[in-house]
């Protein structure tokens, strides 16, 4: 097992890849509704993904363990092609997009955007494998591919149409194609600090296509098709804990010491990239570690678990490779569980009626991606993590009104926007930690 810790990046990170896939789809075979697996496959195939959509609920527990799993592969196969660097960036999407696999992306409406990336590298004639990453992010807008093979713009389902085929093949070609210049600019946009940077582009084009589709012709925005029932908690527990504890079994058989991983929690400085800096095992411990955190706030605040909230896990997960852990994360679960109490109580004072409550849906939804902001804790110190997460917390549940539901960045996309609210302020009065302690020039 030591030999993996000695691995290039590269090669550790399609292992890991390949592990993570695999657990999915052998979780598939286990489900009790194992027999039902691919008729459920089906039902999620064919059926609209506006979000939040329950997979659970619409093909069960082994059909959506088996499209993870398979999504998962997907991501898996494209960074194994010739050429390709898997690093921090594609360990994020490829959890991300693996995650969303419960309740957003499925494993045929994932393709057309990703062509879309493919012809600006054709047009462009750019490397294929430079945009990699590109390609899985553009996922994000999946859930209007599947709305147009079968719904757009019906309020109810139709089925696979010739005509809504041509149309999802044509708008995801056409997002995709464009998305790679966004892609690269949004980081100039909000300075590193938001980690899941593809959410900006990824949101400003749903937002464009929620306009062309459905706010200029005047059709109407249907609901989330399928019940929000919840899943058996043993279920998603014990797959849970089996998969992080064996994330943190294996790192330490890799060798990964505690005091290396309390390095990597204490750094004074902002790391983006955990395998290339402290090693393959220590980033692994985090992997297992990090998801344990998430799966024990969810929880002890009592989330009730149905394919959003179970695939939420992963889609926090996502960034502990490029970023967060649980010693730069607390402020701002803390932050989401102060202002959740504070506006409770503030409610009936205004006579609100409040429904925001910590364990709701889309509260729990919302801190998956409020942990993006996890550099502004890092930088400026807990008290200002605490105050994005604040922030982040009143603006996720609106933000869905600018893209229809349709982008499944919705709290990347929001905690991109709290970056653009915060960060000119907090360089422009505030100092940074460096600089309290007297480490930098202000």
Avoid at 80 to 93: F, I, K, M, Q, S
Avoid at 245 to 273: E, H, I, Q
Avoid at 294 to 320: D, H, K, P, Q, R
Wanted: neutral net charge; hydrophobic residues 45%.
């Amino acid at each position: 097992m030591k030999r993996l810790n000695q691995l290039p990046e590269r090669d550790f990170l399609k292992l890991f890849f390949a592990a993570f896939s695999l657990s999915f789809l052998l979780a598939a075979f286990v489900m009790p509704d194992r027999a039902d697996m691919l008729p459920g496959l089906w039902r999620i195939l064919s059926s609209p993904t506006k979000a939040t959509t329950n997979f659970f609920s619409l093909g069960g527990y082994a059909a959506t363990f088996l499209n993870m799993g398979l999504v998962g592969l997907v991501c898996t196969l494209l960074y194994c092609l010739p050429g390709e660097r898997p690093n921090h960036a594609a360990t994020l999407v490829t959890i991300l997009t693996t995650g969303f696999g419960s309740w957003g992306i499925h494993i045929l409406n994932m393709w057309p955007t990703m062509l879309g990336v493919v012809l600006h590298c054709i047009v462009k004639r750019e490397k294929l494998g430079t945009h990699t990453n590109a390609m899985l992010f553009s996922t994000g807008l999946a859930p209007f591919i599947s709305e147009l093979m079968v719904r757009y713009p019906n309020a109810e389902p139709v089925g696979f149409t010739p005509g809504g085929v041509v149309l999802a093949l044509a708008v995801g070609i056409f997002a995709g194609f464009f998305l790679p210049a966004g892609l690269d600019n949004s980081p100039k946009i909000h300075k590193g600090f938001a980690l899941y940077s593809a959410a900006l582009p990824v949101g400003m084009t749903a937002f464009f296509l929620h306009g062309i589709l459905y706010k200029a012709p005047g059709v109407s925005i249907p609901e989330a098709v399928g019940e929000l029932h919840f899943a058996d908690p043993v279920i998603v527990n014990g797959f849970c804990l089996a998969l992080f504890s064996g994330f943190v079994l294996a790192a330490l058989l890799m060798g990964c010491t505690w005091r290396d991983y309390w390095k990597l929690l204490t750094d004074p400085d902002p790391v983006v990239n955990f395998s290339a800096t402290y090693g393959n095992a220590t980033m692994l411990m985090n992997v297992g570690l990090y998801g344990l955190y998430i799966l024990l706030y969810y929880n002890l605040i009592g989330a009730e678990f149905n394919g959003v909230t179970f695939g939420v896990i992963f889609c926090m997960l996502s960034t502990c490779n490029s970023g967060s852990h649980p010693g730069n994360i607390w402020p701002i679960t803390l932050g989401y569980s102060m202002a959740s109490q504070l506006f409770q109580r503030i409610a009936p004072l205004v006579g609100g009626e409040y429904v925001q409550y910590l364990h709701s849906q889309s509260i729990i939804v919302g801190l998956c991606y409020a942990n993006g902001l996890s550099p502004i804790s890092d930088k400026y110190g807990w008290f200002y993590g605490f105050c994005a997460a604040t922030a982040h917390f009143c603006m996720v549940t609106t933000v869905p009104q600018l893209h229809g539901g349709m982008c499944l960045y919705n709290g990347g996309f929001t905690a991109a926007l709290v970056c653009l609210l915060m960060v000119p302020s907090l360089e422009r009065h505030f100092r940074t930690k460096r600089e309290r302690r007297g480490m930098e020039p202000q």
